[in-house]
């Protein structure tokens, strides 16, 4: 393996200011409720007002998204409803009987409240509305809150006009701390959020995180800044891969973007294109930053060393511009979602393809998906054991139960054995409660 170019920088894992910042401001919050919420507000965002979107504001709002806009949107929307609605029908429950006088199953149930957070900032988010929103209303959550920051007294009207598609409930005009922590404890809504999902800032990020750590709620995943890797081989074209690698930096200064490639000429003729495509943008300093402090070009022997590297990086997104895309489809191991031929820009599942582009970062693709119906559902579990059967699970249960030492269990069991079967001698330690 060889980096024809290396990162100047590493990205950070944690960072203890911003940690401390955030406690502080939800330590304020938890303590001085909805007033707290109300000065945050004022002092980062200039807005202290209405924070719900009432009716007649919304309708105007929407009313000024064009309706090529809306066309877009309501595109995208079905897209992504009808995928995450053939996840949710791929989960089901189930019930099933083991052994004579005993069945066991499980229920798939949705979460009561989810708050959706769209991040504001210098897009307007309208798709992820659509990611968090919608996927919540296909695994049947039945109160759903989303909130964004506003800007120039309102959030952005296709950002109002894609919560109000997707099914959102109420929308709170809200950001930051103050938006994450209103919704997680139910200021404004009086329905405290049993899980928060979608992406923000560091600070919005890490105020999902302590909450989710306090026990407050839970969260879909802990999203750092987006990453996106490209594999190619030599049958791709070079400048494909310079105007998708760019595309992706565009998302912010510490957006890496990394190139993995068997093909040494097609690694240059990469990195000569890349600034060429950087300069042309119509707002070159963010991807010019992003590829110059984070950007990577990684050349490997062969595809299979390419899998094993790429694996470790766990790239939040990764587009195959290479031969045999099902190959790598079956090869790749650690990734938040996977883009299959040159057809297939990240973009596309950033917006409207259908998956979700909520997706892990920092390496949590190792070990986590990204947001799905499975994030807003319980797979609870629920058993049966009839008297008859409980003669031999409790003779196992209350053997095992000694085996660790636990006493209480063990006579749990025994009592069901000696009130069930009076008369039964049995072979081993059975406890007999003297206790009237």
């Keep these: 393996m060889e980096l024809v170019k290396k990162a100047k920088k590493s990205l950070a894992y944690g960072n203890s200011r911003i940690r401390e910042a955030v406690t502080f401001l939800l330590d304020d919050i938890r303590t001085r409720g909805e007033p707290a919420v109300r000065e945050m507000a004022a002092k980062y965002d200039g807005w202290s007002t209405d924070f719900v979107l009432q009716e007649e504001k919304k309708e105007r709002l929407i009313a ?83 909130c964004s920051p506003p800007r120039e007294e309102s959030i952005a009207p296709a950002v109002a006009f894609a919560m109000d598609l ?31 999902v979608g ?7 890490e105020a999902k995180a302590l909450l989710a750590g306090d026990g407050t709620c839970g969260i879909d ?22 105007i998708d690698l760019v595309s992706q930096a565009e998302h912010g200064p510490d957006s890496p973007v990394w190139l993995f490639t068997d093909c040494r000429d097609l690694a240059y003729q990469v990195l000569n294109l890349v600034p060429r495509v950087i300069a042309d943008m119509p707002d070159p300093h963010v991807p ?13 022997n062969n595809r299979d060393e390419i899998c094993r590297v790429c694996d470790t ?15 790598w489809l079956e090869s790749l191991r650690s990734y938040g979602s996977l883009f299959l031929g040159e057809g297939s820009s990240v973009a596309h599942g950033d917006k409207c393809s259908g998956t979700n582009h909520i997706l892990p970062t920092r390496k949590a693709a190792q070990h986590s998906g990204g947001l799905s119906v499975h994030k807003f559902l ?37 009592w069901r054995l000696t009130k069930f079967f009076p008369r039964e001698n049995w072979d081993f330690q059975v406890f007999k409660n003297h206790i009237s």
């Design 288 to 300: 010019k930053t992003a590829w110059a402090d984070f950007g990577e070009i990684i050349l490997c």
């Design 199 to 205: 992406p923000g800032n560091a600070y919005v990020a």
């Design 166 to 196: 997707a099914g959102a409930d109420v929308i709170l005009e809200l950001g930051g701390v103050q938006g994450v922590a209103a919704m997680a404890y139910g200021y404004f809504t009086n329905r405290p959020a049993d899980i928060l």
């Design 313 to 327: 990086y766990a790239p939040e997104h990764v587009q195959i511009l290479a031969a045999d895309p099902d190959w």
């Design 221 to 242: 995943v802990y999203a750092g800044p987006t990453e996106s890797a490209i594999i190619a081989d030599r049958s791709a074209d070079p400048m494909t891969i310079a």
């Design 378 to 414: 319980k797979i609870s579990t629920y058993q049966e054991i009839d008297t008859e059967a409980s003669k031999r699970f409790s003779a196992v249960a209350s053997r095992l139960s000694r085996v660790e030492g636990m006493e209480g269990h063990a006579r749990s069991c025994d």
């Design 64 to 146: 000024m998204v064009p309706e090529q806009v809306k066309t877009d949107i309501r595109f995208a929307h079905d897209q992504v409803f009808n995928f995450a609605r053939m996840q949710r029908q791929s989960i089901q429950d189930f019930e099933v009987r083991p052994h004579p006088g005993v069945r066991l199953g499980q229920r798939v149930l949705p979460v009561d409240v989810a708050g959706c957070y769209v991040p504001g900032g210098r897009f307007a988010h309208a798709c992820s509305a659509i990611m968090s929103v919608a996927t919540a209303k296909a695994a049947g959550v039945p109160f759903v809150v989303a």
